[in-house]
């Protein structure tokens, strides 16, 4: 396969929101490419999609922050929600929201997360990204590079990036994200033209969504043959190996 000189993420985000989408992502990590797992907190199936884990022995679990805190209904939170949350709420506030998720995390998992993504790439606002670094800098755990999707499609955060660089926290040079389209195999050619374009001893992560497809879905997310169409891709073997022979190592955030 040649020269490994590349290392390459996958994680599977919403790994808790509905048990098939939990199924889904087990699935990718024990059987495909997928090499960590991001857990969404007080949602439907956290506490089924744990205990699989544990069942599993998988130990690459990080969080998928959504700042559920927010929210004393039970809705699940949208881009306008986040949008409205941090034109309204202060520093302060938004540091215990976060907080107390993180808290949450390790009482019902046991340990502390292997990375922190947040949600639409939340933790490009600076009230949020501050107070995550500290945290991370402490605890040296590592997060996605910030990317934001709030205003539509997935756009580079250069001032939080920056700030983000000037610390010890670690995360990818790249990342990589088709998390919309229904062609599979197009999908497939943009991620490898993308991987290509990679360099030597540079970092990458591909975001995928992976999950089995059924009616609880239909009725909760946005995203419904997206995620079987990434479940899919997450066991392409062809995909898998193609990526190999690029000199891509697939590893976990730890080993980055």
Do not use: C
Not at 54 to 81: A, Y
Not at 97 to 103: S, V
Not at 191 to 202: G, Q, T, Y
């Amino acid at each position: 396969m040649g020269k490994k000189d590349k290392k390459l993420v996958v994680v599977a985000d919403d790994f808790g929101w509905t048990k098939a989408i939990s199924d889904g992502i087990i699935k990718s990590y024990l059987d495909g490419i997928v090499t960590e797992v991001s857990l969404i907190i007080d949602y439907p199936a956290t506490s089924y999609a744990v205990q699989l884990a544990k069942e599993r022995k998988i130990k690459d679990i990080g969080i998928h922050m959504v700042l559920k805190g927010l929210n004393s209904v039970g809705k699940i939170l949208k881009k306008k929600d986040y949008i409205e949350l941090f034109s309204h709420k202060t520093s302060n506030e938004i540091e215990k929201l976060a907080n107390d998720e993180l808290d949450a995390f390790v009482e019902i998992v046991g340990t502390k997360p292997t990375h922190v993504i947040p949600h639409y790439g939340i933790h490009g606002n600076l009230k949020l990204l501050s107070f995550l670094i500290a945290y991370l800098e402490e605890n040296k755990i590592p997060m996605r590079l910030p990317r934001t999707a709030l205003t539509g499609g997935f756009n580079e955060n250069y001032a939080a990036e920056i700030m983000l660089k000037r610390t010890t926290v670690k995360t990818t040079l790249h990342l990589f994200a088709h998390v919309e389209g229904s062609n599979l195999e197009a999908i497939k050619k943009s991620f490898l033209e993308e991987l290509s374009e990679v360099k030597a001893n540079e970092t990458a992560e591909i975001m995928l969504h992976p999950g089995y497809f059924d009616e609880e879905i239909l009725k909760m997310s946005s995203l419904t043959y997206e995620r079987a169409r990434d479940l899919a891709l997450s066991l392409d073997f062809d995909f898998r190996d193609r990526i190999k022979t690029m000199g891509f190592e697939f590893v976990s955030y730890s080993e980055l």
